[in-house]
């Protein structure tokens, strides 16, 4: 199997906050990596660097075998093979969904508009949004817009999709709706590095688990050893701060739908 | 005949005059405007200058500007400039580089706005499909910019409109110096000020409101 991503020992700091410190990462083709960690570990700052968003201060990073770190002259020729989705709702506001789906493969890859077009309005089919290549993005619910957002990195056919935490920002009910695209494109084969709070998401769709803490991969393992039987102490406190005590409904049954009935 | 109430304006040339002195304001604030908006993109892009000290000396002339009455300044430059330097300037001249300098200030600061309220999220993405920092600048920067700072600017240019009022106290013979010349003309007519003031002020509505209205209708179509 091929290689598409090697993460060679890089280093990243912002002043003198050392973000990065030492990360070796590689990807095989049609693989997904999830990296998970806690809030500040430098999740997104990886994500930032493979695509150049932010320049490394030691290491390297290559690209099917070619480095793409360290030069800032063609980074948008890089950033076409690799696609990215924020958690931001990011889709541009001045342009209908369609638009905002051919800007990329029209304008930097130079395809055909038409050709474009069929492809867009196949892929929004597939995701359930064929009715939406009209509108404004500001009419979209924040689920929909993050569909579009991943529609829109897909369409530039990249070799590989970066995805920070997509569904972050996203109303509970909408959470599943574009989890469900991401697998699959999964299934599909895309290859994938995916930063995620969602620990059942995380270990449905990877294929291999990275635990980052403090700016250093603390572990690496396949998801039903990482979930199931961590190796180190610090991912085990890790995932059991996402156990919590199930609500007491039948002890305090008023209190419950009071609290819904006053929320907004 | 009795010359009476509103009658007066239409008595020989004296509505082509009220027109007249309309278009020496209105010649004055669109030199003014244009000045002012392609001047003051330069210094919006000035105030958004990495360098700490650009940014200080245009922050300290905005200030500046804001704090001074525009009729001191055309003072200044009309009585002041003119005499200690000894130059000839007229009055719309001297009217039009206060104002510019007031014009290029406000719009500088419109453009400052409109460009840092677009998220940085909005470069980051459109880098993230892989389009040149041109392509970015063209396709995403750009628009979103001059949706934001067209209404702004056009409302900015009513303002200079309102403003020009001003020359009229340094002899520029302008739409309310000549509203002032009819009204002597006739000042034995109690009620001559009231007519040809309301009418100067509707020559100023009929000018100004679908400026204004323009910006509000933009505004809305991009909000
Ligand atoms: N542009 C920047 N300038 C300075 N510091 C930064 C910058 N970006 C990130 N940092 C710092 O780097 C550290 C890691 O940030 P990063 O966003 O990568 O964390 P994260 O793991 O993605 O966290 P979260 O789960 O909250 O998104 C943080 O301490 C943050 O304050
Ligand atoms: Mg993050």
């Known amino acids: 199997m091929d290689t598409i991503l090697q993460v060679r020992h890089i280093g990243k700091a912002f002043e003198h906050n050392q973000v990065l410190r030492d990360v070796s990462l590689e990807l095989d083709e049609g693989r997904v990596l999830v990296v998970v960690g806690p809030s500040g570990c430098g999740k997104s700052t990886l994500l930032r660097c493979i695509n150049g968003l932010e320049q490394i201060d030691s290491g390297e990073i290559l690209l099917r075998g070619e480095v793409i770190s360290g030069q800032r002259k063609n980074l948008h020729l890089v950033r076409q093979k690799i696609g990215m989705v924020f958690q931001s709702y990011d889709l541009f506001p001045h342009m209908r969904v369609m638009d905002n789906l051919l800007l990329g493969p029209v304008k930097a890859l130079g395809r055909p508009k038409e050709e474009v077009r069929a492809e867009a309005e196949r892929m929004l089919a597939r995701v359930g949004l064929a009715d939406k290549a009209g509108v404004y993005p500001r009419t979209l619910s924040g689920g929909q817009r993050q569909r579009v957002a991943l529609v829109r990195a897909m369409l530039m056919q990249p070799e590989i999709l970066l995805l920070d935490e997509i569904t972050a920002a996203l109303d509970p009910e909408m959470v599943s709706e574009v989890l469900n695209v991401v697998l699959d494109l999964a299934r599909d084969g895309m290859t994938m590095v995916i930063v995620t709070h969602e620990m059942r998401f995380a270990e449905a769709v990877a294929d291999e688990v990275v635990f980052l803490e403090d700016g250093c991969v603390v572990e690496r393992n396949p998801p039903e050893v990482f979930f199931h039987r961590p190796e180190t102490e610090r991912a085990k406190r890790f995932l059991q701060s996402f156990d919590y005590a199930p609500r007491r409904r039948a002890a305090q049954p008023g209190a419950n739908t009071a609290e819904e009935q006053s929320a907004p | ?223």
């Open chain 2, 1 to 223: 005949m009795q010359d009476s109430g509103v009658s007066i304006l239409f008595k020989g040339i004296n509505f082509q005059r009220l027109l007249g002195g309309l278009w020496v304001t209105l010649r004055i604030a669109l030199i003014t405007i244009g000045l002012s908006l392609a001047l003051g993109l330069v210094f919006g892009l000035i105030m958004l200058s990495r360098r700490k000290v650009l940014r200080g000396i245009s922050r300290a002339w905005l200030e500046i500007v804001r704090f001074m009455p525009q009729l001191v300044l055309l003072y200044m430059v009309y009585f002041g400039f003119a005499r200690l330097f000894g130059w000839d300037l007229d009055g719309e001249t001297s009217a039009v580089l206060v104002f510019t300098f007031w014009g290029t200030a406000e719009m500088g600061d419109l453009v400052r706005g409109a460009v840092s309220s677009i998220p940085p999220h909005q470069r980051e993405s459109a880098e993230a499909i892989g389009l040149t920092p041109m392509q970015v600048c063209r396709h995403v920067l750009i628009p979103q910019t001059v949706r934001r700072l067209l209404p702004q600017a056009i409302n900015l240019s009513t303002r200079i409109i309102k403003t020009t009022a001003l020359v009229k106290m340094i002899n520029v013979t302008e739409v309310l110096k000549v509203g002032q010349q009819i009204i002597s003309q006739f000042y034995r007519l109690r009620e001559a000020p009231f007519w040809v003031y309301l009418t100067i002020f509707i020559l100023y509505f009929i000018i100004c409101w679908p400026i204004s209205a323009l910006a509000g209708w933009l505004e809305k179509r991009w909000a």
